[in-house]
């Protein structure tokens, strides 16, 4: 079982929807997937993403379900630097601090203790837990998952770069603040990760692809991420 996770076009944060330049990604991003094998289609109820998901949907001619808890993450926090965003503090923990996440908690880091990024962590990570559990046949316990369904399948997630990164560091058991800096990934830039299918077993996920952005080559900018929640 396969899930493609794909952030939203270049957006027009003021009206939550793409801009140009994001239709353009967006429609790239859809001949991308073409091949993918995509049954489900899945996407945040942000304009952004359902519109990015909508040229993929209308090329595969598949329906989109709305994940609510996919909304993109707020931050911030009294007395936290930079607004509380979590991409950049991430970046000075580990650069600027020499923060190591494997023997420190990165929740209590004055930088995350009050940060609205964690509680959303917390919420977007148990959501796609049940979500897995429910309709895809994976109940994680711990860093791995027990397998209840035999689905070969792929699935495609259109999201953000908060909200994935969220589930990301959920999925492959990694310190979030340590996901948003070193995994980052640009507009319509792909993700893969796949589930081995063994009935009744506990297995791992592993990841197939990260950031491929191959498909915006001309379009795109470079790496953005949004400056205000």
């Not at 503090?89 to 601090?97: C, H, P, Q, V």
């Not at 969220?166 to 340590?178: D, I, K, N």
């Not at 009744?200 to 400056?227: C, K, M, W």
Request: glycine content about 8%; some cysteine.
């Amino acid at each position: 079982m396969r899930i493609v996770f794909v952030r939203h076009g270049e957006p027009d944060y003021e009206h939550d929807c793409l801009t140009e330049t994001g239709r353009k990604q967006a429609a790239a991003a859809a001949a991308r997937l073409a091949g993918e094998n995509i049954t489900e289609i899945y996407s945040s109820p942000m304009g952004r993403a359902r519109e990015t998901a909508g040229f993929t949907a209308e090329r595969l001619q598949l329906p989109v379900t709305v994940l609510d808890f996919m909304h993109e993450i707020s931050w911030g926090g009294p007395d936290i630097p930079d607004g509380g965003h979590p991409w950049t503090l991430s970046s000075r923990m580990m650069a600027g601090e020499g923060f190591d996440f494997y023997k420190e908690d990165w929740r209590e880091h004055p930088y995350f203790k009050n940060n609205a990024a964690a509680a959303y962590y917390d919420r977007v990570g148990a959501c796609f837990d049940e979500f897995l559990a429910s309709t895809q046949g994976y109940r994680q316990e711990g860093t791995r998952f027990f397998c209840t369904a035999d689905k070969q399948k792929t699935i495609a997630v259109f999201s953000h770069g908060g909200s994935c990164g969220c589930v990301l560091a959920r999925l492959l058991s990694l310190p979030f603040p340590y996901v948003t800096a070193v995994l980052p990934f640009e507009f319509t830039s792909v993700i893969i990760l796949s589930f081995p299918v063994r009935m009744n077993e506990y297995v791992h996920p592993r990841v197939e692809l990260f950031n491929d952005a191959a498909h915006t080559s001309g379009i795109s900018r470079g790496l953005r991420f949004q400056e205000k929640p």
